[in-house]
């Protein structure tokens, strides 16, 4: 069953005293998958260990250690075209037809146009290890930095930070965005106009990775406590929290349908869930390639794209 935990953020506009410190200031991680039992729903396409994936426009990329590779959805035969980066991928953010590449050991943001494979890199000193769409410009989660850097026309234009640990993912929704803190274990809310970090809260027992759903909801998987949380953000305020067991790691989210797709590394497994209603309903199951950490969804037919962080191959899967 779902339980809704409501927490009060801080009147103040600055995170809480009670989430400064952690008596366990180690970032959650995804499980050590054993070896596949089942055979992989779907097709798998060969390819090197994949560290993020993304769909858009009928492309499928796959970050590797070496740069993207991007696949025609249309023609999975084909070979893909590849893109050389300036180091390894860590989170790979849609930005229209163009996909955000957050590059940290190199500190930069990489923007990929999908059709022509062009690239253009920003700096962003502090190891950027995510990057979101906001506005007219770029958000991007500086973790080494503990804050957040604001990209215009390809500038860094802003840097704000104030009581995180690390700055890991971000996430934007209307007027709102949040930024989350793995060693914290916390999402805080950004103020944008007056660049500050403000109000925040717990997120489970070890969040991960989250993404935004069309409600304006954060999607949050706490890979440690085995859930599925939902945060509100105007106010912040943690909705849902639904058991997901399994270490669940990577998620998506298919507005059309509704529906978050949440990689599951203990069981390699992925869950397609209905976020539509009062709690999630799970609606799919299918058994995935080993060591499954990235998952992504086409928003045109539903396929869900599972990759592979072990050399276990890119699957694609049509519910």
């Known amino acids: 069953m779902a339980t809704a935990v ?34 992989p729903a779907g097709r798998v396409l060969p390819a090197e260990a994949a560290s993020a994936v993304a769909v858009t426009g009928g492309t499928l990329a796959v970050a590797t250690d070496t740069g993207v590779d991007l696949y025609d959805l249309a023609a999975l035969d084909k070979a893909p075209r590849s893109v050389a980066l300036p180091g390894p991928v860590e989170t790979l953010t849609v930005d229209g037809a163009d996909l955000l590449a957050a590059v940290p050991t190199k ?23 995510a990057a979101t769409p906001f506005a007219d410009g770029t958000i991007v989660a500086v973790r080494e930095s503990k804050g957040v850097a604001v990209l215009t026309d390809g500038t860094v234009t802003k840097n704000f930070s104030g009581g995180l640990l690390s700055a890991d993912r971000v996430f934007a929704t209307g ?6 803190d793995h060693l914290r274990n916390a999402v805080f809310r950004l103020d944008m106009a007056k660049g500050s ?10 969040a991960t990775n989250g993404v935004v759903d069309r409600f304006g909801r954060v999607l949050v998987v706490d890979t440690r ?10 106010p912040l305020l943690l909705r849902q929290r639904y058991p997901v067991p399994g270490a669940p790691y990577g998620i998506a989210y298919d507005a059309e349908r509704d529906l978050a797709w949440v990689t599951l590394t203990a069981t390699n497994e992925v869950v397609g869930f209905d976020v539509a209603g009062g709690e999630p309903e799970e609606r ?16 045109a037919d539903g396929r869900v794209v599972v990759a592979s962080a072990n050399g276990g191959g890119v699957q694609v899967i049509a519910p």
């Open 284 to 299: 799919f199951r299918f058994p995935t390639v080993g060591q499954p950490n990235s998952v992504a969804v086409d928003p």
């Open 175 to 180: 007027d709102h965005a949040v930024v989350l």
């Open 197 to 206: 970090v403000e109000e925040g809260l717990r997120a489970g027992e070890g």
């Open 6 to 39: 409501l927490l009060a953020g801080c009147s103040s506009g600055q995170p809480q005293d009670e989430l400064m410190v952690t008596t366990d200031p180690v970032a959650a991680t995804a499980a050590r998958s054993p070896a596949p039992t089942a055979e």
């Open 107 to 129: 500190n930069q943001v990489v923007r990929v146009d999908t059709a022509s494979a062009a690239t253009s890199e920003v700096g962003v000193q502090g190891a950027p290890a």
């Open 225 to 234: 406590g085995n859930s599925l949380l939902a945060f509100g953000l105007d």
